[in-house]
């Protein structure tokens, strides 16, 4: 497909469960980002990645969050002993070059529930 | 209090009318200033990018900003209903990639 591809769609978890969430870039771009969005509010950066390396990853709340990038196209986001407020969409989004003028072309997002 | 101020709405208006949208700031840094569209259930797409001060038109989008303020416009011309979407404003300092954005405000146009 020519857009970011997110995987699962969809979520449930138990709470304490470990739950990884996959994205597909735009074949080509090399700067790849995740947001998380909670109902009626923005997203929310979490990290930013440009090729394989995190370029920046002050957004993650904690250290249950990690993030890797290991060939520089699709990446994956990790989160230990999930939390109820750790419920949220996921959004992942990649840019051509990463450079400030480089529009970000997000995917649909991984809604993830944690009960 | 938050660092990008926008109201949630929701706004609503007949076809045909001319929108306004705003968004405030309290980040002097912010050079960098985006719109999106965000449908239900789907991810943001940019609208509108903007650097700096002034004005940007197209088509019928209109994305002004003024820095003195802090204070950001989107305006949409003829709005129709497939206009009906949450608006996200977004803003980022040089240097960094990372977006800061509004809640977003719902608009509804109806027909």
């Known amino acids: 497909g020519a857009g970011v591809s997110q995987t699962p769609s969809n979520k449930v978890t138990e709470k304490g469960k470990y739950v990884e969430l996959r994205c597909d870039p735009i074949?080509?771009?090399?700067?790849l980002y995740w947001y998380r969005q909670s109902l009626g509010q923005g997203p929310e950066f979490l990290i930013y990645?440009?090729?394989?390396?995190?370029?920046?990853d002050s957004g993650l709340p904690n250290d249950r969050f990690f993030a890797v990038r290991p060939e520089g196209s699709v990446s994956t986001l990790k989160i230990q002993r999930t939390e109820r407020g750790d419920s949220a969409v996921y959004l992942c989004?990649?840019?051509?070059?990463?450079?400030?003028?480089?529009?970000?072309?997000f995917g649909n997002g991984t809604r993830l529930t944690v009960t | 209090q938050k660092e990008v101020e926008q109201d949630p709405g929701p706004l609503s208006v007949p076809e045909g009318a001319i929108v306004s949208l705003n968004c405030t700031y309290s980040?002097?840094?912010?050079?960098?200033f985006m719109w999106y569209r965000q449908y239900s259930r789907k991810g943001p797409e940019l609208l509108m990018y903007?650097?700096?001060?002034g004005n940007k038109e197209d088509g019928r989008f209109t994305a002004q900003v003024d820095k003195s303020s802090k204070y950001i416009s989107l305006f949409i011309r003829d709005s129709q209903p497939s206009d009906s979407a949450t608006y996200l404003c977004?803003?980022?300092?040089?240097?960094?990639?990372?977006?800061?954005f509004g809640s977003g405000t719902r608009l509804q146009v109806q027909p």
């Open positions: 977004a803003m980022s300092e040089t240097g960094r990639r990372a977006l800061t």
């Open positions: 980040n002097s840094a912010f050079q960098y």
């Open positions: 990645f440009q090729g394989t390396g995190a370029a920046d």
């Open positions: 903007t650097y700096s001060s």
């Open positions: 989004a990649s840019s051509a070059t990463g450079g400030t003028n480089s529009p970000l072309h």
């Open positions: 074949s080509g771009h090399t700067a």
